[in-house]
């Protein structure tokens, strides 16, 4: 009896907590926002578009180099050497971008859906300069996700470029449950042309740069000329929206989605034309001081001495867009060589190394390169010991000397343990030679991503250009492709004047190849080689090699094969949204 009557004062107790708890374990109506709750809560609002932001696919480092014949890797389980070695497939796909462009596209259109209906500040007039603003924002991230989505998706649905080169659905809507989700993909022109409109809306509404003005007087046209107007301006396009979309940023966007339509494995599936692709560029150059605006160190940018001098927004000269700066060393714990206590990652190929010319500018393989192939890495150009760590070179605070020959006695030597180089090289380009690993003194130092470099601009300036008006030709701008090359090229070292480029670049073919292979050098690591090769038409399966030093002996090894399709110049749409929606894939997927 006792213990029933204390079995019933238990459960009756238990009921009062449960029904005194009942605010705690369900949530309020007014812990849970409504999408009509933004009109009157700026903060709620601009979160929609801040989810955008943090799904930006640069967010970090995309090391897709390692699926090339620039480089690889010695972690037996990263899911670019996988997918290098025959394991990419539509439904195993590390570059899919497909929900994640699409979930920041839905946010957008959520965005720009509603953004007209919200208070964004007390004040009539900043309320719609913010509402201008917030939109061009999301007109610039949009047509950002569009190109993502069209690098990475788009495809032809027969082979040799038959049929139709497809892209996504386009979608300028919110989607709700009585949208239409078997909506087919369109094609890649349509695609594009709404990236075009989409930076078009982004440029008229935004900044070319956000920036505080510092008196009435220099106040854009129509934004007035008292302090009022001015402490406005600087609210909405000051300081604040640095590293924001910008017109600038748009603009640069522009250039890229301009590059990839009129490239070989695009161009006859869009109007899109070389000369569309360097005027789109070279009016962003333009803003930039044509060739004279090349940033002296901006292949160095990484390593930039002045980089705790550029917080709060500042871009240096080489930089158009960046992720935030923080402290860390991460990169160089992933990357450094086993003797400085990092992981050896990235292994450099012999096929990218050979791509350095020597000094006087000639191709290692030219009769008048003075090349000596028993000491490959003399009188070579100076971006080389920048980039790549060799046998013999020096890396970390104390410059140590690194051996990778085979018969080297540390475990940087050729394959000596798991963290080894597997091509006898180190990536030494984006790491601070200035971080310390050493578990007795270990310290960081300042870091950021560069989303958009001008380097990237001018390359594609360079290649457009040289297809639509020759090597010289300068279209409306006053430089070439010449004269981009030949400033990049003394700036990684290349004695001046050029003899080679004098000597030897004399047709668009000859440009061509020397464009390409200066791109190659400039942006390698950086999630580029990958995706040229592609629209470029050139052939996936180059071996990667690697060089066995023994007794001071070069000898030249294959160290990886790669295993792609011709196909597989296209990336696939992904097989659950195949199965789903019944999409049309991309050929040979």
């Given at each position: 009896?006792?213990?029933?009557?204390?079995?019933?004062?238990?459960?009756?107790?238990?009921?009062?907590?449960?029904?005194?708890?009942?605010?705690?374990?369900?949530?309020?109506?007014?812990n849970i926002n409504e999408l009509d709750d933004m009109y009157t809560d700026a903060t709620y609002a601009e979160g929609i578009l801040a989810n955008?932001?943090?799904?930006?696919?640069?967010?970090?480092?995309?090391?897709?180099?390692?699926?090339?014949?620039?480089?690889?890797?010695?972690?037996?389980?990263?899911?670019?050497?996988?997918?290098?070695?025959?394991?990419?497939?539509?439904?195993?796909?590390?570059?899919?971008?497909?929900?994640?462009?699409?979930?920041?596209?839905?946010?957008?259109?959520?965005?720009?859906?509603?953004?007209?209906?919200?208070?964004?500040?007390?004040?009539?007039?900043?309320?719609?300069?913010?509402?201008?603003?917030?939109?061009?924002?999301?007109?610039?991230?949009?047509?950002?996700?569009?190109?993502?989505?069209?690098?990475?998706?788009?495809?032809?649905?027969?082979?040799?470029?038959?049929?139709?080169?497809?892209?996504?659905?386009?979608?300028?809507?919110?989607?709700?449950?009585?949208?239409?989700?078997?909506?087919?993909?369109?094609?890649?022109?349509?695609?594009?042309?709404?990236?075009?409109?989409?930076?078009?809306?982004?440029?008229?509404?935004?900044?070319?740069?956000?920036?505080?003005?510092?008196?009435?007087?220099?106040?854009?046209?129509?934004?007035?000329?008292?302090?009022?107007?001015?402490?406005?301006?600087?609210?909405?396009?000051?300081?604040?929206?640095?590293?924001?979309?910008?017109?600038?940023?748009?603009?640069?966007?522009?250039?890229?989605?301009?590059?990839?339509?009129?490239?070989?494995?695009?161009?006859?599936?869009?109007?899109?034309?070389?000369?569309?692709?360097?005027?789109?560029?070279?009016?962003?150059?333009?803003?930039?001081?044509?060739?004279?605006?090349?940033?002296?160190?901006?292949?160095?940018?990484?390593?930039?001495?002045?980089?705790?001098?550029?917080?709060?927004?500042?871009?240096?000269?080489?930089?158009?867009?960046?992720?935030?700066?923080?402290?860390?060393?991460?990169?160089?714990?992933?990357?450094?060589?086993?003797?400085?206590?990092?992981?050896?990652?990235?292994?450099?190929?012999?096929?990218?190394?050979?791509?350095?010319?020597?000094?006087?500018?000639?191709?290692?393989?030219?009769?008048?390169?003075?090349?000596?192939?028993?000491?490959?890495?003399?009188?070579?150009?100076?971006?080389?010991?920048?980039?790549?760590?060799?046998?013999?070179?020096?890396?970390?605070?104390?410059?140590?000397?690194?051996?990778?020959?085979?018969?080297?006695?540390?475990?940087?030597?050729?394959?000596?343990?798991?963290?080894?180089?597997?091509?006898?090289?180190?990536?030494?380009?984006?790491?601070?030679?200035?971080?310390?690993?050493?578990?007795?003194?270990?310290?960081?130092?300042?870091?950021?991503?560069?989303?958009?470099?001008?380097?990237?601009?001018?390359?594609?300036?360079?290649?457009?250009?040289?297809?639509?008006?020759?090597?010289?030709?300068?279209?409306?701008?006053?430089?070439?492709?010449?004269?981009?090359?030949?400033?990049?090229?003394?700036?990684?070292?290349?004695?001046?004047?050029?003899?080679?480029?004098?000597?030897?670049?004399?047709?668009?073919?000859?440009?061509?190849?020397?464009?390409?292979?200066?791109?190659?050098?400039?942006?390698?690591?950086?999630?580029?080689?990958?995706?040229?090769?592609?629209?470029?038409?050139?052939?996936?399966?180059?071996?990667?090699?690697?060089?066995?030093?023994?007794?001071?002996?070069?000898?030249?090894?294959?160290?990886?094969?790669?295993?792609?399709?011709?196909?597989?110049?296209?990336?696939?749409?992904?097989?659950?949204?195949?199965?789903?929606?019944?999409?049309?894939?991309?050929?040979?997927?």
């Amino acid at each position: 009896m006792y213990k029933r009557i204390l079995l019933y004062l238990f459960f009756l107790l238990l009921a009062v907590l449960i029904a005194s708890c009942s605010d705690v374990l369900s949530p309020g109506n007014q812990n849970i926002n409504e999408l009509d709750d933004m009109y009157t809560d700026a903060t709620y609002a601009e979160g929609i578009l801040a989810n955008a932001y943090n799904l930006l696919p640069n967010n970090g480092w995309t090391f897709t180099d390692v699926a090339t014949d620039n480089a690889v890797t010695n972690d037996n389980n990263a899911a670019f050497r996988q997918m290098a070695n025959g394991q990419w497939a539509a439904d195993n796909n590390p570059l899919n971008q497909w929900q994640n462009s699409r979930a920041a596209i839905q946010y957008l259109n959520i965005f720009l859906d509603n953004a007209d209906n919200v208070q964004w500040a007390d004040d009539e007039i900043s309320s719609a300069l913010f509402n201008q603003r917030l939109k061009g924002e999301a007109y610039g991230l949009r047509a950002l996700f569009m190109y993502h989505l069209l690098r990475h998706h788009a495809g032809w649905t027969g082979g040799n470029q038959g049929g139709q080169l497809l892209g996504v659905p386009v979608v300028l809507e919110p989607e709700g449950i009585d949208s239409d989700f078997q909506k087919p993909r369109d094609t890649f022109q349509v695609g594009l042309e709404q990236i075009f409109s989409d930076i078009e809306q982004a440029t008229e509404m935004l900044p070319l740069d956000f920036g505080n003005v510092g008196d009435p007087s220099q106040l854009p046209d129509g934004f007035g000329s008292t302090n009022d107007d001015l402490g406005r301006f600087n609210r909405v396009f000051g300081d604040d929206g640095k590293q924001r979309m910008s017109g600038r940023i748009a603009m640069a966007i522009k250039a890229q989605s301009g590059l990839l339509a009129a490239s070989p494995a695009y161009t006859a599936g869009t109007n899109t034309t070389w000369e569309d692709a360097a005027v789109y560029s070279g009016e962003l150059l333009q803003l930039n001081d044509g060739v004279m605006g090349l940033a002296e160190n901006g292949h160095s940018w990484y390593n930039d001495s002045g980089m705790s001098s550029i917080g709060s927004g500042e871009n240096p000269p080489e930089i158009i867009w960046r992720t935030n700066i923080g402290q860390s060393n991460d990169l160089e714990s992933e990357h450094f060589p086993p003797t400085l206590f990092g992981n050896g990652r990235m292994n450099p190929t012999q096929n990218l190394v050979d791509a350095f010319p020597m000094e006087n500018g000639y191709p290692i393989d030219h009769p008048d390169s003075n090349y000596d192939p028993s000491t490959p890495y003399e009188n070579r150009v100076d971006l080389l010991q920048h980039y790549i760590l060799v046998n013999g070179g020096t890396a970390g605070v104390n410059n140590t000397t690194i051996i990778t020959a085979a018969d080297g006695t540390t475990n940087d030597a050729l394959n000596q343990v798991s963290t080894s180089t597997r091509t006898g090289y180190y990536m030494k380009k984006l790491l601070r030679q200035d971080v310390n690993l050493d578990p007795t003194s270990t310290n960081d130092q300042l870091h950021y991503i560069p989303r958009i470099r001008y380097t990237e601009i001018y390359l594609a300036y360079a290649e457009a250009a040289n297809e639509a008006w020759g090597p010289t030709g300068t279209g409306p701008f006053g430089f070439s492709a010449y004269d981009v090359i030949e400033a990049i090229r003394a700036r990684q070292g290349v004695s001046q004047p050029d003899q080679y480029m004098q000597n030897e670049i004399n047709s668009v073919e000859d440009m061509r190849e020397l464009v390409r292979d200066v791109r190659r050098i400039e942006l390698s690591f950086e999630n580029f080689r990958f995706w040229d090769l592609r629209r470029w038409d050139m052939d996936l399966t180059e071996p990667a090699l690697g060089v066995r030093i023994t007794n001071g002996d070069h000898e030249v090894m294959t160290v990886e094969t790669r295993d792609f399709q011709p196909y597989m110049r296209f990336g696939p749409v992904p097989y659950n949204e195949i199965l789903k929606f019944g999409l049309e894939q991309n050929f040979g997927w």
